[in-house]
C-alpha cells in the first residue's frame, strides 16, 4: 500500500507502540503535523510545549521514568537547535531517546534556505547516532533502526532529520522485522572467566564497596544487585545516576559518592580494598583527583559499554555486558558473607557524617523541607529535581526507594531541565505522585512549559526553593572567590504563586518552619498543578564537598 | 608511539565526517586519514595514522568501534605491515642539467614523471613514509612548487591477518 511520508512516520511510531510525543510545529515539519490532525483516532498523545527544549527533556523525563523510549517532534532551523541541550542532557545520561526534526526540502538542503540548519552536522557529537532521510523509501527502516539503537547496548538519543519533500512523497510501509546493521552488535553475555575471577575476588575481599551507577537501573538490574547484597553484606555507594537503583533507607546504604557526595561514602570507597563497580563511568565528579582515587582498592568494572572501561581509571577485572544478566551470573558463584569488622568500621565513620546528623535550626531551611517531602509521601513519590544547591539536597536528603524515582540533570547539568521532565514523568506516570524540586533560577529558564503542564492538567508539585540567588554558584563565589558574588543575585525575580495563578494553577508561599508541612498536605490533596514557593535562607550552602582536585575523603564542611 | 588503524566503515554519508569528528571532539591526534572503496560493494576502508600511547590507542579504538557505521577496527602492528602513500610533486627546473639531475633521480626511486612544462615538471612517487620523505628531501633543494599528498594507507602483510567484514 502506498503511504505518504508523514503517514509511514505514524505508522511507524504506532508499531513502536509510542504513547505520547512532544513537540512545536513549523513549516518544516508541518505535513507530519497535518497527518497527526487527519488520523482517526491519532494512535498517540500529542503534547504542545512551549519550548522545543521543553519537549526534549519532557520527552527526557518521560524515558527515565518509564525506561520506555521518549519522543519529540520539531521542525527544521530553529526548532532543531533547541532540541540541542536537551539532546546532550540525554546523552550524557544514556537516556533512549528519538527526536524527529523537519528539515527544508531535499532540493534546498545545501543552500542557506529560510530555517535550514545541517541538525545533523550540529547533533554529531552529542547524539548516539543520526540520520537524514534521503529517500521515502529509506523511512521506515531509519526509524526502526532508531529505536533499535536508542534502547538497546547503551541507550542514547537518536535524531532523525526529515526534509518536507520527503514528508510529502509517497512510498510503500514495509516495517522492518529485523535490523542488520553490520557495525552494532552490543554484547550482553560477559565473559564468563572474568564473572567467575571476579566472584573470587569478591569472596577473598575483606573490605568491598559497590558502587551502583545509573546502568544498574537501565539494565533493570535492581533486584539482581539486593540479592548479591543480601548474600554478601557488602555495602553499597550510589552514583548521582545511580539514586534509586537501591534504597537510601537499607541499612547498607552509604549514601551517594563525589564532590558533592556524602561523607560515608566517600569515605569507605577510599578505605576500601576491593570496588565493585557497577554500570558508572567513573565521571569526575565521582572520582575527584584521580590519582588518590581508592588507592588501596582493585577494581572489578562492569559495564554495556566497553569504551567506558579503563577511559578514567585502570580496572582489575573489567566485564562488559548486560548487567542484569552478568550480577544473575555472579550470584550463582558467590557465597555468603558477614563482613563484621568492615561493617563496624562503616558505623564509626557514619557517626560523623553531617547529614545524618540531626538539626534544630527553626528555620525553614533544605534539609526540613526534604524531610517533610519524606514523611509525607514515604519514599513513594518521584523526585524530579532541576540543578543546582537544590538537586543535591534533594539528592542527600530525600528517601528514594525505587527506580526510576530521582530524575535528575547528571552529566550534563542542565539547568531548567526540572519543570519540562516533571512534565514528562507525570504522563509517563500518571498514578505516581510526582515532586519537582526546583531552584529560583532554574524554574526560569523553562518557566513557560507552566502553560503544558496546567494545560493538561497535570497534577504535579512543585517545591521551589527560592533562595533569591543562583545559589550553587553563589556558594562556590563564598568559599573559593572571596564573596565576591557576581551576577549571582536574582534580583528581579517575579512573584512566582502570581506567576502559577496567571497560568491556571495554584501557588502557595511559605517563609516559616511551621507552615511547610501543612501546606504540602494541602498541596498534596489538590489533585491539581501546584507550586510552593519555598523562601529559604539565601545563603544555605550545601556540604559537606569536595574542593576541585582534591581526593575524595577529604571533604570541607565536615565538622 | 605511532599507530595504524584499519578501519571498516559502512560507505554512508557523513561517515568520514563522524569519524574525524570523533578523533577532534576526543582530543586525539590524527596524522594522516585516508578512505577508499573496499573489495565490497557499500563498504569502505579507511587508513588513519595517530599517534598517541597505548592507553589513548585503546580508547580511540573502543570509540570507534562505538560509531554505528563502523564495522571493524584495528590496529596493524608494524611488522605486519605494508605502508604506501603516494606523492604528486612539482618541482622548478630552470636548466637542462637540473632536468637530467631530478630524471636521475626519478629512476632511482621509481618514480614518475608525469607532466612536464617549461619551468617544472610534475612527478608522481609511491611508497612508505622513509621513501617518500626522502625523496621529496632530495627535490626540496631544486625548489619545490607544490606537494599534494593522499596521506597512508595500509594492508597487512599476511591475508591472514587481513581486516574482514
Ligand atoms: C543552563 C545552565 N546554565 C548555567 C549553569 C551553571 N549553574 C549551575 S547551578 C547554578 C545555579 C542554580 O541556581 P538555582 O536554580 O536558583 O538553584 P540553587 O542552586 O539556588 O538551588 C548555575 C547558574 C547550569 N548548570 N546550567
Redesign the pocket.
Known amino acids: 500500500m502506498e503511504l505518504s511520508g508523514t503517514e509511514i512516520i505514524v505508522e511507524c511510531l504506532k508499531q513502536e507502540k509510542i504513547k505520547v510525543i512532544f513537540g512545536i510545529p513549523g513549516a518544516a515539519i508541518m505535513p507530519l503535523y497535518d497527518t497527526f490532525g487527519k488520523y482517526e483516532p491519532l494512535p498517540f498523545k500529542n503534547i504542545l510545549t512551549r519550548h522545543e527544549q521543553g519537549a526534549v527533556h519532557a520527552a527526557d523525563g518521560y524515558a527515565r521514568a518509564t525506561g520506555e523510549v521518549g519522543v519529540c517532534v520539531v521542525t527544521s532551523g530553529p526548532g532543531a537547535t533547541n532540541l540541542v ?1 536537551g539532546l546532550a542532557n540525554a546523552h550524557m545520561d544514556s537516556v533512549p531517546l528519538v527526536a524527529f526534526t523537519g528539515q527544508v526540502p531535499t532540493a534546498l538542503v545545501g543552500n542557506d534556505a529560510f530555517q535550514e540548519v545541517d541538525i545533523t552536522g550540529i547533533t554529531l557529537p552529542i547524539t548516539k547516532h543520526n540520520y537524514i532521510a534521503r529517500k521515502v523509501g529509506d523511512l521506515a527502516s531509519i526509524i526502526k533502526e532508531a529505536f533499535y539503537i536508542a534502547r538497546t547496548g547503551r541507550p542514547g538519543p537518536v535524531l532523525i532529520d526529515i526534509p518536507k519533500d520527503i514528508q510529502l512523497a509517497k512510498g510503500n510501509f514495509n516495517y522492518p522485522e529485523k535490523i542488520n546493521r553490520k557495525g552494532y552488535n552490543p554484547s550482553y553475555r560477559g565473559h564468563i572467566k572474568q564473572i567467575k575471577s571476579a566472584a573470587m575476588k569478591i569472596m577473598e575481599a575483606k573490605k568491598p564497596v559497590i558502587i551502583s551507577g545509573g546502568g544498574v537501573i537501565n539494565a533493570n538490574a535492581v533486584p539482581e544487585l539486593m540479592k548479591i547484597v543480601i548474600k554478601t553484606n557488602i555495602p553499597v555507594v550510589n552514583t548521582f545516576m545511580g539514586l534509586g537503583s537501591f534504597p537510601t533507607n537499607h541499612h547498607l546504604f552509604l549514601g551517594m559518592l563525589g564532590m558533592y557526595g556524602q561523607y560515608t561514602a566517600n569515605q569507605l570507597v577510599s578505605n576500601a580494598d576491593l570496588i565493585i563497580a557497577l554500570g558508572t563511568r567513573f565521571d569526575d565528579r565521582i572520582t575527584g583527583n584521580l590519582n588518590q582515587f581508592c588507592p588501596q582498592a582493585d577494581i572489578i568494572h562492569i559495564d554495556i559499554d566497553p569504551a567506558e572501561i579503563g577511559k578514567n581509571i585502570s580496572i582489575k577485572i573489567p566485564i562488559v555486558g548486560d548487567l542484569k544478566n552478568i550480577l544473575q551470573q555472579l550470584n550463582n558463584f558467590i557465597g555468603g558473607k558477614e563482613h563484621n569488622l568492615w561493617l563496624q568500621e562503616l558505623q564509626e565513620i557514619r557517626a560523623k557524617d553531617p547529614v545524618s546528623r540531626e538539626d534544630n535550626d527553626p528555620l525553614l531551611h533544605s534539609r526540613f523541607i526534604m524531610k517533610a517531602l519524606n514523611e509525607l509521601f514515604k519514599g513513594e513519590a518521584i523526585i524530579v529535581t ?6 543535591m ?1 534533594a539528592a542527600h536528603y530525600t528517601r528514594v526507594n525505587y527506580p526510576r524515582h530521582f530524575i535528575s540533570s547528571g552529566g550534563l ?4 531541565f526540572g519543570l519540562p521532565a516533571a512534565i514528562g514523568t507525570k504522563i509517563g506516570c500518571p498514578h505516581k505522585t510526582v515532586i519537582c524540586i ?6 526560569q ?1 523553562n518557566i513557560q512549559e507552566l502553560a503544558t503542564a496546567i494545560y493538561n492538567r497535570l497534577s504535579i508539585i512543585v517545591i521551589l ?1 527560592n ?1 533569591g ?7 562556590l563565589q563564598e568559599l573559593f572567590y572571596d564573596k565576591r558574588y557576581v551576577s ?1 543575585l ?1 534580583a528581579g525575580n517575579p512573584d512566582f504563586v502570581k506567576i502559577v495563578e496567571a497560568y491556571g494553577g495554584i501557588g502557595f508561599r511559605v517563609d516559616k518552619q511551621e507552615d511547610f508541612f501543612p501546606t504540602l498536605e494541602k498541596a498534596s490533596r489538590k489533585n491539581q498543578f501546584v507550586l510552593i514557593d519555598c523562601h529559604i535562607p539565601a545563603e544555605e550552602n550545601i556540604f559537606p564537598l569536595v574542593k576541585p582536585d582534591s581526593s575524595i575523603n577529604q571533604m570541607i564542611g565536615v565538622d | 608511539m605511532k599507530h595504524t588503524i584499519a578501519i571498516l566503515v559502512e560507505d554512508l554519508p557523513g561517515v568520514m565526517a563522524r569519524v574525524a569528528g570523533l578523533f577532534t571532539r576526543r582530543g586525539f591526534n590524527i596524522e594522516s586519514i585516508a578512505v577508499g572503496h573496499s573489495e565490497i560493494p557499500g563498504i569502505s576502508r579507511m587508513t588513519i595514522i595517530v599517534s598517541g600511547d597505548e592507553k589513548v590507542l585503546e580508547q580511540i579504538i573502543k570509540q570507534l568501534n562505538k560509531l554505528i557505521d563502523v564495522i571493524r577496527v584495528r590496529d596493524i602492528p608494524a611488522e605486519n605491515i605494508i605502508e604506501r602513500e603516494l606523492v604528486l610533486v612539482r618541482v622548478h627546473v630552470d636548466s637542462l642539467p637540473i632536468r637530467s639531475e631530478i630524471i636521475q633521480l626519478v629512476e632511482i626511486f621509481k618514480a614518475k614523471v608525469v607532466f612536464v612544462e617549461r619551468n617544472t615538471m610534475t612527478i608522481e612517487m609511491s611508497g612508505d613514509e622513509e621513501k617518500v620523505g626522502g625523496f621529496l628531501n632530495l627535490l626540496k633543494p631544486f625548489g619545490i612548487r607544490e606537494i599534494v599528498r593522499t596521506g597512508r594507507i595500509a594492508i597487512t602483510r599476511s591475508s591472514k591477518n587481513g581486516l574482514k567484514v
Open positions: 541541550t532541576d540543578v543546582g544547591q537544590h538537586q539536597w547539568g542542565a539547568m531548567g526546583s531552584g529560583d533560577g532554574g524554574f529558564m526553593m533562595n540567588y543562583l545559589g550553587m554558584v553563589r556558594q549571582t536574582l
